[in-house]
């Protein structure tokens, strides 16, 4: 089994338009580990982090696209191609999903679809 989907796999998850599957990061623990020291994302993945208005990209080996969320889960602001090695604040933001850097556009297209992205509870 490949490190992403060791990682990802037992996470909860919710499919969206187009097939991009975000998983959640519901515990400390997973929340902490986010895609830290990951080899690779498909870009057909993502993972959301709720009560997050800042990241971290030490221990990174790929760059990332962000999308900074609202409370109703309506993107506020989109950092793309943020390198290893790096951070990033939304101080407005409620939620983020981290992507492989050049996917973020795969998720707005989908929380657009779906009126916004409600993560699953």
Known sequence: MTDWRKRLTPLPARALPGGLIVH???GARARRRGLAR???????RALHLRGCRAVHTFGM?????LVWLDKTGRPLRVDRDVAPRGR???LRAKSVVELR???????????LLGGG?????
Do not use: M, Q, V
């Open 61 to 65: 080996r790929f760059a990332l696209d």
């Open 38 to 44: 990951l080899s690779w994302l498909p870009d057909d």
């Open 88 to 90: 990033r604040t939304c």
């Open 24 to 26: 959640e990061a519901l």
């Open 101 to 111: 850097a050049g996917c973020a556009d795969r998720f707005l297209r989908a929380a």
């Open 117 to 121: 992205y409600t993560a699953s509870r």
